[in-house]
T-cell receptor, first 113, second 115 residues
């Protein structure tokens, strides 16, 4: 158990819908990262937050957004969902973010029908 | 340009054989970090090791060992006396300042250990 929690574990929804994925980091970690794992693109970095502020952005679509709350949990919002958004979404956390080890949650498997 | 290359897409060996998973990386930073993660069939990503660019010492942890060679930009992972429970996809990843320390992933190597 990494200490990072993600909910829900599975999510099935329809095209055009909006969903929210939730992540709670390990106790004491200030950085939260979101990654997407799909069959065609592999593992890709989406976005990083550090202590409530956005720190880095990767290949995140404009339809996707995230935030980190004062209690350090984070949410990834995916809107106007398309079939291609079906993937495993991972959250990871680390103490600060400058090359620290990132510990991953169990992931949320999103299926868009 | 691909920054982390895992050329072996899939490796299949019989239990108790030794197996080496290759990882070649590319970076211009002098300070960077390399990682290996394991993704078993259950899907979670499990951290195995982190290495910084200034520490080229090889590391051994039980049946696992890692060979970091800056001269060839490689960070290879060897499993000695493989077991069926080692079956998983293994990912090598790079973290560097140029990319804001996000993890840049290799494509992964699927390791199948046959009984």
């Amino acid at each position: 158990d990494s200490g990072v929690t993600q909910t829900p574990k599975h999510l099935i929804t329809a095209t055009g819908q909006r969903v929210t994925l939730r992540c709670s980091p390990r106790s004491g970690d200030l950085s939260v990262y979101w990654y997407q794992q799909s069959l065609d693109q592999g593992l890709q970095f989406l976005i990083q937050y550090y202590n409530g502020e956005e720190r880095a952005k990767g290949n995140i679509l404009e339809r996707f957004s995230a935030q980190q709350f004062p209690d350090l949990h984070s949410e990834l919002n995916l809107s106007s969902l398309e079939l291609g958004d079906s993937a495993l979404y991972f959250c990871a956390s680390s103490p600060a973010g400058l090359g620290d080890t990132q510990y991953f949650g169990p992931g949320t498997r999103l299926t868009v029908l | 340009a691909q920054k982390v290359t895992q050329a072996q897409t899939e490796i299949s060996v019989v239990e108790k054989e030794d197996v080496t998973l290759d990882c070649v990386y590319e970076t211009r930073d002098t300070t960077y970090y390399l990682f290996w993660y394991k993704q078993p069939p259950s899907g979670e990503l499990v951290f195995l090791i982190r290495r910084n660019s200034f520490d080229e010492q090889n590391e051994i942890s039980g049946r696992y060992s890692w060979n970091f060679q800056k001269s060839t930009s490689s960070f290879n992972f060897t499993i000695t006396a493989s077991q069926v429970v080692d079956s998983a996809v293994y990912f090598c990843a790079l973290s560097e300042g140029d990319s804001n320390y996000q993890l840049i992933w290799g494509a992964g190597t699927k390791l199948i250990i046959k009984p």
